[in-house]
């Protein structure tokens, strides 16, 4: 099974600033890495797939980056919004696993 | 407008089953693939189970193979989940996942979830 770690676990930020929020992999997982948002008391939303392709709608403020084990999601400049959980997933092979996750506070 | 809408949680004491329900609208159901996706506070989000748009391929993790079944009635809109031998570790929020375009294993939109409750 592939280990997905997420750091830091949590990240306080004011609005405006750059967000970069980390998933690293225990074997390569090529570019087979989404990234997701959970807001409070809501399901997960799709905002990366393959490391890098934004999700259809998904602001042009969230990029990721990366491919084998280190991947990367970019917040250029936090809104209030983006107050949330963000987890990253594989889809290298069976079991599909998530990371952890990163809370993202706003100051 | 997509939406998924899960139904069939509740309390359930170990080693009893359940049965969850997704219903499906807004898109053509019978071309994606669909999945169950739960949340459990040991575990965080975990994949259960995915199935092909017609029902040809479905996977399941380890840790429900042989308790859980993932199930689809294209004619109907719906996915299911046949629950059984449920375990306490098996409590958590569970959510139906449509497969986002044509790919199997990136999941968007999500339901809202139901809650599963495994305890004596």
């Known amino acids: 099974e592939i280990v997905l770690t997420q750091s830091p676990a949590t990240l306080s930020l004011s609005p405006g600033e750059r967000a970069t929020l980390s998933c690293r992999a225990s074997q390569n997982v090529n570019n087979y890495l989404a990234w997701y948002q959970q807001k409070p008391g809501q399901a997960p939303r799709l905002l990366i797939y393959d490391a890098s392709n934004r999700a259809t709608g998904i602001p042009a403020r969230f990029s990721g980056s990366g491919s084998g084990t280190d991947f990367t999601l970019t917040i250029s400049s936090l809104e209030p919004e983006d107050c949330a959980v963000y987890y990253c997933?594989?889809?290298?092979?069976?079991?599909?696993?998530f990371g952890g996750g990163t809370k993202v506070e706003i100051k | 407008e997509v939406q998924l809408v899960e139904s069939g949680g509740g309390l359930v004491q170990p080693g009893g089953s359940l049965r969850l329900s997704c219903a499906a609208s807004?898109?053509?159901?019978?071309?994606?693939?669909m999945a169950w996706v739960r949340q459990t506070p040991g575990k965080g989000l975990e994949w259960v189970a995915n199935?092909?748009?017609?029902?040809?391929?479905?996977f399941y993790a380890d840790s429900v193979k042989g308790r859980f079944t993932i199930s689809r009635d294209n004619a109907k809109n719906s996915l299911y989940l046949q629950m059984n031998i449920l375990r306490a570790e098996d409590t958590g929020l569970y959510y139906c996942?449509?497969?986002?375009?044509?790919?199997?294993?990136?999941?968007?939109?999500w339901g809202q979830g139901t809650l599963v409750a495994v305890s004596s």
């Open positions: 199935i092909r748009h017609d029902g040809g391929q479905i």
């Open positions: 997933q594989h889809r290298r092979n069976w079991p599909l696993t």
């Open positions: 807004g898109f053509t159901f019978s071309s994606h693939w």
């Open positions: 996942a449509r497969g986002y375009e044509t790919q199997a294993n990136w999941f968007d939109p």
